[in-house]
């Protein structure tokens, strides 16, 4: 039983800007599916009183003091953009807005 | 782009009912970022608070600031929310410049604060109780700049980022719909604003300047037939920056929605962006694939578990609502609402009640911060908490005046000597020798010197007319360069004329 459709990937890739093949599409359909069955198999193990667990280890509250650290300097911070102008990252301009 | 057709506004809210929703996003002011020990500073050079957790690059890893979750926990409890003991972060995942890890740490169906609400009142009296869908915590994105074209998005070269902002701490608080707000929506809308604004900045966990984006207000408003039970489609107006804004984007968006309808068109889902200089919204993205945003628990943070116990001491240290506080100091202080209203909507209740509390007259205290202090703030294109005054100066002030060491114009001198940073206001007086002239002496002799000069005066407070004694007022006060306390000089005039 797929559940999986070729247009889930192709969607699913979009949102990620994954450029896709058609082979891989069906690829990743197939392999998609089979992650899709195991959960469905874990969820058919969980009664309504298993709390859900996004987080495997016991732990909380794990906080931080309202301390200031040294940051990076704007050298530092600038040094693997692809491109810089006037201290700040420089893109490509942004079109799908307005 | 060209302005949309609008209904008139009264004819609007005769045809439809108005829904309106909001969502306000507060900048915390603690020391440092949401998930890093970098500054939360305004105005720093660009991409100088940054770190490798905030830009976002590979393996980096977030820690929660414990003091974000304290204030992100006051500002639920003040919006009469319950607080959720088990809260955990999500990621929105998206792409857009202004994130470079492409998504944003936020939360999504465990919100720290849930089920609110909150008394708003307006200006007819009415009362609306606002209830409250949820507050969440999550960050900042980083600032973007456009360069070329109008540098506005649209028609833009390039753009720039700068992630100093990138990861400060926000709460977002999201109201339910409200439905019965008629006319009075645009209005409710920025009273509402208005209060957080209050609530937040009283319980000192944002600066919450609007005009420094550290309140800001995405107002969704969408109109059905009277009568109608399905909601009608919304639009999203996003980022209005002032109370003003967001009253005239409301207004605007009810009468264009309402031409819209009425000509038998649907209404776009989109978001929308509110030009406050020519007054109407132009159209943003449409809701669209990209608002997938996937969300998915944040797998580097862990659970945020609030006890009772600090939900408790969090409850108790919660300082007293700013609407009640209102009511309680117009009431101690005997001022007319207008008198009230005049202070408030300066934005000078704290400096008021300070000065207040540090022995002077509520009348007085008025009279310097709404008066003289506003003037000077006005002249210089200031706020008037820039100026380096404090209600201890005031009250320095008031305290010579009533020990009639300045009179009002001196004191006002003395005061704009402060303002200029000259020093203490003892210092300014001694400096620019403001001081009265106390020295009955050297009065006397100038009170003298004027009723000789002018003879006729002194003839008619002779002859019984006192009020005549102000020509002479003024020639003493004259000579005496204003350093004289106007009550003696009279005194002295009436005593000397009638010996």
Same mark, same amino acid.
């Given at each position: 039983?797929?559940?999986?459709?070729?247009?889930?990937?192709?969607?699913?890739?979009?949102?990620?800007?994954i450029?896709?093949?058609d082979?891989?599409?069906?690829?990743?359909a197939?392999?998609?599916?089979?992650?899709?069955?195991?959960?469905?198999?874990v969820?058919g193990?969980?009664?309504?009183?298993?709390?859900?667990?996004?987080?495997?280890?016991?732990?909380s509250?794990?906080y931080?003091?309202?301390?200031?650290?040294?940051?990076?300097?704007?050298?530092?911070?600038l040094?693997?953009?692809?491109d810089q102008?006037?201290?700040?990252?420089?893109v490509?301009?942004?079109?799908?807005?307005? | 782009?060209?302005?949309?057709?609008?209904?008139?506004?009264?004819?609007a809210?005769?045809?439809y009912?108005?829904?309106?929703?909001?969502?306000?996003?507060?900048?915390?002011?603690?020391?440092?970022?949401?998930?890093c020990?970098?500054?939360?500073?305004?105005?720093?050079?660009?991409?100088?608070?940054?770190?490798?957790?905030? !830009?976002g690059l =590979?393996? +980096?890893l977030?820690? &929660?600031?414990?003091? $974000?979750? *304290?204030?992100s926990?006051?500002?639920?409890? @003040?919006?009469?929310?319950s607080?959720?003991?088990?809260?955990?972060?999500?990621?929105?995942?998206?792409?857009y410049?202004?994130?470079?890890?492409?998504?944003?740490?936020?939360?999504?169906d465990?919100p720290?604060?849930?089920?609110g609400? !909150?008394?708003? =009142?307006? +200006?007819?009296?009415? &009362?609306?109780?606002? $209830?409250? *869908?949820?507050?969440?915590?999550?960050?900042? @994105?980083?600032?973007?700049?456009h360069?070329?074209?109008?540098?506005?998005?649209?028609g833009?070269?390039?753009?720039?980022?700068?992630?100093?902002?990138?990861?400060?701490?926000?709460?977002?608080?999201?109201?339910?719909?409200?439905?019965?707000?008629?006319?009075?929506?645009?209005?409710?809308?920025?009273?509402?604003?208005?209060?957080?604004?209050?609530i937040v900045k009283?319980?000192d966990?944002?600066?919450?300047?609007?005009?420094?984006?550290n309140?800001?207000?995405?107002?969704?408003v969408?109109?059905?037939?009277?009568?109608q039970q399905?909601?009608?489609t919304?639009?999203?107006?996003k980022?209005?920056?002032?109370?003003?804004?967001?009253?005239?984007a409301?207004?605007?968006?009810?009468?264009?929605?309402?031409?819209?309808?009425?000509a038998g068109d649907?209404?776009?889902?989109?978001?929308?962006?509110?030009?406050?200089?020519?007054?109407?919204t132009?159209?943003?993205?449409?809701?669209?694939d990209a608002?997938d945003?996937?969300?998915?628990?944040?797998?580097d943070?862990?659970?945020?578990?609030p006890?009772?116990?600090?939900?408790?001491?969090?409850?108790?240290?919660?300082?007293?609502?700013?609407?009640?506080?209102r009511?309680?100091?117009?009431?101690?202080?005997s001022l007319?609402?207008?008198?009230?209203?005049?202070?408030?909507?300066s934005?000078?209740l704290?400096?008021?009640?300070?000065?207040?509390s540090?022995?002077v007259s509520?009348?007085?205290?008025?009279?310097?911060?709404t008066?003289?202090?506003?003037?000077i703030?006005?002249?210089?294109?200031?706020?008037?908490?820039?100026?380096?005054?404090?209600p201890e100066?005031v009250?320095e002030?008031?305290?010579?005046?009533?020990?009639?060491?300045?009179?009002d114009?001196?004191?006002?001198?003395?005061?704009s000597g402060?303002?200029?940073?000259?020093?203490?206001?003892?210092?300014?007086?001694?400096?620019?020798?403001?001081e009265?002239?106390?020295?009955?002496?050297?009065?006397?002799a100038?009170?003298?010197?004027?009723?000789?000069?002018?003879?006729?005066?002194?003839?008619?407070?002779r002859?019984?007319?006192?009020?005549?004694?102000g020509?002479?007022?003024?020639?003493?006060?004259?000579?005496?360069?204003?350093q004289?306390?106007a009550?003696?000089?009279?005194?002295?005039?009436?005593?000397?004329?009638?010996s």
């Amino acid at each position: 039983m797929s559940e999986i459709t070729p247009e889930n990937v192709r969607h699913l890739a979009s949102l990620a800007r994954i450029l896709v093949t058609d082979e891989e599409v069906e690829k990743l359909a197939k392999e998609l599916d089979v992650i899709v069955e195991s959960v469905a198999m874990v969820k058919g193990a969980v009664s309504d009183d298993t709390p859900a667990t996004s987080h495997p280890i016991p732990m909380s509250n794990v906080y931080r003091e309202d301390v200031v650290k040294p940051s990076l300097s704007q050298q530092q911070a600038l040094s693997n953009a692809p491109d810089q102008a006037d201290g700040k990252f420089k893109v490509n301009a942004i079109l799908d807005e307005e | 782009m060209a302005k949309a057709e609008l209904m008139d506004f009264d004819e609007a809210i005769e045809k439809y009912e108005v829904v309106i929703g909001l969502e306000v996003h507060v900048e915390l002011n603690t020391n440092t970022k949401m998930f890093c020990g970098c500054a939360n500073e305004f105005g720093e050079q660009p991409n100088t608070n940054v770190c490798p957790v905030c !830009l976002g690059l =590979p393996g +980096a890893l977030p820690v &929660v600031n414990g003091k $974000a979750v *304290e204030y992100s926990i006051a500002i639920g409890l @003040a919006l009469n929310c319950s607080i959720a003991g088990d809260g955990r972060f999500a990621r929105k995942n998206y792409f857009y410049p202004d994130l470079s890890k492409n998504f944003q740490t936020s939360q999504y169906d465990e919100p720290i604060a849930y089920e609110g609400q !909150l008394e708003v =009142p307006v +200006a007819s009296g009415k &009362v609306y109780n606002v $209830a409250i *869908e949820r507050a969440h915590m999550e960050e900042d @994105a980083g600032k973007l700049s456009h360069v070329g074209g109008v540098g506005r998005i649209q028609g833009a070269e390039y753009s720039l980022v700068d992630f100093n902002r990138a990861g400060v701490p926000l709460v977002e608080i999201v109201t339910k719909p409200i439905f019965d707000s008629g006319a009075e929506a645009p209005e409710l809308a920025s009273a509402y604003v208005r209060q957080i604004r209050e609530i937040v900045k009283a319980m000192d966990v944002s600066d919450a300047r609007m005009e420094r984006g550290n309140v800001r207000c995405d107002a969704n408003v969408s109109l059905r037939p009277k009568g109608q039970q399905r909601l009608g489609t919304r639009t999203e107006t996003k980022n209005v920056n002032s109370l003003r804004s967001v009253e005239n984007a409301v207004r605007y968006e009810i009468q264009r929605q309402a031409a819209i309808l009425a000509a038998g068109d649907e209404i776009t889902q989109e978001t929308r962006h509110w030009h406050e200089d020519k007054k109407y919204t132009s159209a943003g993205r449409p809701k669209s694939d990209a608002d997938d945003y996937r969300y998915f628990p944040e797998p580097d943070l862990v659970p945020v578990q609030p006890t009772e116990e600090l939900i408790e001491e969090i409850r108790t240290r919660l300082p007293e609502n700013p609407a009640s506080r209102r009511a309680r100091l117009q009431q101690e202080w005997s001022l007319s609402d207008n008198e009230f209203r005049d202070i408030v909507n300066s934005d000078l209740l704290d400096e008021v009640d300070s000065t207040v509390s540090l022995g002077v007259s509520a009348q007085s205290a008025k009279k310097w911060w709404t008066g003289e202090i506003a003037r000077i703030a006005n002249l210089e294109g200031k706020e008037i908490t820039e100026l380096s005054v404090t209600p201890e100066d005031v009250a320095e002030i008031e305290k010579m005046i009533s020990a009639g060491k300045l009179n009002d114009r001196l004191a006002r001198e003395a005061l704009s000597g402060v303002i200029a940073g000259e020093g203490s206001v003892a210092e300014v007086v001694s400096a620019r020798g403001l001081e009265v002239v106390s020295d009955d002496g050297a009065l006397t002799a100038a009170v003298d010197k004027a009723l000789a000069e002018q003879p006729d005066v002194l003839e008619k407070i002779r002859a019984g007319k006192e009020q005549a004694a102000g020509a002479i007022i003024g020639s003493v006060m004259k000579e005496m360069r204003g350093q004289a306390d106007a009550g003696r000089v009279r005194e002295l005039i009436l005593e000397r004329a009638k010996s």
